[in-house]
């Protein structure tokens, strides 16, 4: 399967949330970087032979993994050549791919199933802002860094109101910690007796 579409909608995010979601265990690879020649493919196709990596071997697992070839457009035409050789041979190991534009080698193949995927409409984001806007900033505190995150990335965890260690709310124990050094407060009275003393003396 290759998920395809214009950079910076979430495909690579859909994959990894998509994999978790029917139960397996992602493996993510960036294919730009270590897929450069057909050499690097065939230790790809050594190292993965097996549906369960040694990590979830050893917690127990029984989870399927699942291969992620992450930008593969970006990878070496020989690459790719031998990726499609592998991905058309009988193999127990899933393989999702994600790429801006789809290479040629892969337009016309039967064993991969191409998915366009489209950013999403102004007309939603318009209607997501009317609504849910106000919620959105009481929930992610006003944070503008915790909004923009969770509109990237959904739901996010929602901070605890912060807890009141007194009886006063914290504006009014705020006010009470800046009276401690008013003038009646007994340390400045007594650096004032003080001061009046060396004074007069």
């Given at each position: 399967?290759?998920?395809h579409?214009p950079?910076g909608i979430?495909?690579?995010t859909?994959?990894?949330?998509?994999?978790?979601?029917?139960?397996?265990?992602?493996?993510?690879i960036n294919?730009?970087?270590?897929m450069?020649?057909?050499?690097?493919?065939?230790?790809l196709?050594?190292?993965?032979?097996?549906?369960?990596?040694?990590?979830?071997?050893?917690?127990?697992d029984?989870?399927?993994?699942?291969l992620v070839?992450?930008?593969?457009?970006?990878s070496?035409?020989?690459?790719?050549?031998?990726?499609?050789?592998?991905?058309?041979?009988?193999r127990t190991l899933?393989?999702?791919?994600?790429c801006?534009?789809?290479?040629?080698?892969?337009k016309?193949?039967?064993?991969?199933?191409?998915?366009?995927c489209?950013?999403p409409?102004l007309?939603?984001?318009?209607?997501?802002?009317?609504?849910?806007?106000?919620?959105?900033?009481?929930?992610?505190?006003?944070?503008v860094?915790?909004i923009l995150?969770?509109?990237?990335?959904?739901?996010?965890d929602v901070?605890?109101?912060?807890?009141?260690?007194?009886?006063y709310?914290?504006?009014?124990?705020?006010?009470?910690h800046?009276?401690?050094?008013?003038?009646?407060d007994?340390?400045?009275?007594?650096?004032?007796?003080?001061?009046l003393?060396?004074?007069?003396?």
């Amino acid at each position: 399967m290759m998920l395809h579409g214009p950079p910076g909608i979430g495909k690579t995010t859909m994959a990894l949330a998509s994999i978790r979601t029917c139960g397996m265990e992602p493996i993510e690879i960036n294919a730009t970087q270590t897929m450069r020649s057909h050499e690097d493919v065939a230790k790809l196709v050594a190292s993965y032979r097996n549906t369960r990596t040694i990590a979830s071997m050893i917690r127990g697992d029984t989870k399927t993994s699942c291969l992620v070839l992450d930008e593969i457009d970006g990878s070496d035409s020989h690459a790719q050549r031998k990726l499609a050789e592998w991905m058309s041979t009988e193999r127990t190991l899933p393989i999702l791919l994600t790429c801006n534009e789809v290479p040629r080698i892969f337009k016309n193949s039967d064993h991969v199933e191409l998915i366009r995927c489209f950013p999403p409409k102004l007309a939603d984001l318009e209607l997501l802002f009317k609504q849910d806007l106000k919620v959105l900033a009481r929930e992610c505190q006003h944070d503008v860094r915790r909004i923009l995150h969770r509109l990237q990335y959904g739901e996010s965890d929602v901070l605890p109101q912060p807890v009141v260690l007194t009886k006063y709310t914290p504006e009014v124990t705020t006010i009470i910690h800046q009276k401690m050094w008013f003038p009646t407060d007994p340390i400045l009275l007594g650096y004032h007796r003080d001061t009046l003393d060396s004074a007069h003396s």
